[in-house]
């Protein structure tokens, strides 16, 4: 069965440093992968995708994900982090296993940001 | 346009009592899904709506757990005699999933109705 994995269940980091959270799949196929953020009080956003073609994916709010498929990895990426960027990051897989698309998530890290 | 609204946002109900939580998707999806969001699971799959297909209920943990989708638009999850382990945030989310086409539409998520029984 499909599975991710977020090591990292919390970060700090300094503002205006780089960022790295890491994302490890499980998946028989090429997978479709997804990485949300999710602000207190507040459902999941959708920060970039992954489903074909050029490895780099960019998304929104300065982030970018890499898929490497001999590591399984899908990590996220921010050159320089703001304060705003606080908040819990999950990445998840798709799951075509019965019907629809059903998201089969990580168990998210949380982000904190030090000013 | 407008986003996913789930309703109630908060509810607390004492254990042994039925809960229903609401999920408006967005105009036009025609897949909705239900996840739960607790401290031990993480974030899960309950079920899934199609259109008029019959719903994907697998992920749905007991049989005191139902939902229902009415004209293809509000889905209602219902929890019958809640328990304890029911506590928990329910996410609802929609996409706009054509018949045959790939898996690459984004779910777009409510708030979640975060859910405490006492």
């Known amino acids: 069965a499909q599975s991710v994995t977020q090591p990292d269940i919390h970060i700090t980091v300094s503002e205006g440093a780089s960022l790295e959270l890491r994302c490890n799949y499980s998946y028989g196929a090429t997978p479709y992968l997804f990485w949300y953020v999710q602000s207190p009080g507040q459902g999941l956003q959708l920060l970039l995708k992954y489903f074909s073609g050029d490895t780099l994916v960019q998304g929104i709010k300065g982030f970018e994900a890499e898929f490497k498929r001999s590591q399984s990895s899908f990590n996220l990426r921010k050159p320089s982090v703001h304060w705003s960027d606080a908040a819990e990051y999950f990445c998840a897989v798709v799951s075509f296993t019965g019907g629809g698309n059903k998201l089969t998530f990580g168990t998210g890290t949380q982000l904190k940001v030090e000013l | 346009g407008a986003g996913v609204s789930q309703s109630p946002s908060n509810k607390v109900t004492e254990k042994g009592k039925d809960v229903e939580l609401r999920c408006d998707p967005i105009s036009g999806h025609t897949a909705l899904y239900w996840y739960r969001q607790s401290l031990g699971q993480g974030l899960e799959f309950l079920i899934y709506?199609?259109?008029?297909?019959?719903?994907?209920k697998s992920g749905l943990p007991s049989d005191r757990f139902s939902a229902e989708r009415t004209g293809g638009s509000v889905s209602t999850l219902t929890i019958q005699r809640t328990q304890q382990e029911d506590s928990a945030v329910y996410l609802c989310?929609?996409?706009?999933?054509?018949?045959?086409?790939?898996?690459?539409?984004?779910?777009?998520f409510g708030p979640g109705t975060r859910l405490t029984v006492l």
């Open positions: 989310a929609s996409s706009l999933e054509l018949a045959g086409g790939p898996p690459t539409d984004t779910q777009y």
């Open positions: 709506f199609q259109g008029n297909s019959a719903p994907d």
